[in-house]
Nanobody
Framework: QVQLVESGGGLVQPGGSLRLSCTASRPFSQYNLIGWFRQYPGKEREGVSCMATTGDDAYYADSVKGRFTASRDNGANAVYLQMDSLKPEDTAVYYC??????????????????????WGQGTQVDVSS
């Protein structure tokens, strides 16, 4: 079992930036995929960006391509989500999650968040003037 802890959320004006962090209690290399997801009130969680814990396989939702950049630091057991050019519609609770399923890629994982094995507690992002 792994504990995931997100941080870095907050209130930012439209066009601004935030950097979310997610640290894990165990090495991410023990899992196949890690992802960032978000949830709007009353809605299901949706994939924002997912990546393999090793290699270059990565996926971004169309709504964040060119604005968000995910990265990882395996030595620190951490992943990050750099969010630039934020829009009011990016307001949501953001979660990191991981799965050890090995037969799927980042795109499948991001579009099927329910297969996540472990979730963090989430961090609120508010984009408002």
């Amino acid at each position: 079992q792994v504990q995931l802890v997100e941080s870095g959320g907050g209130l930012v004006q439209p066009g601004g930036s935030l950097r979310l962090s997610c640290t894990a209690s165990r090495p991410f290399s023990q899992y196949n995929l890690i992802g960032w997801f978000r949830q709007y009130p009353g809605k299901e969680r949706e994939g924002v960006s997912c990546m393999a814990t090793t290699g270059d396989d990565a996926y971004y939702a169309d709504s964040v391509k060119g604005r968000f950049t995910a990265s990882r630091d395996n030595g620190a057991n951490a992943v990050y989500l750099q969010m630039d050019s934020l829009k009011p519609e990016d307001t949501a609770v953001y979660y990191c999650a991981t799965t050890d399923l090995t037969t799927i890629d980042s795109g499948y994982y991001c579009t099927n968040p329910r297969i996540s094995g472990y979730w963090g507690q989430g961090t609120q992002v508010d984009v408002s003037s």
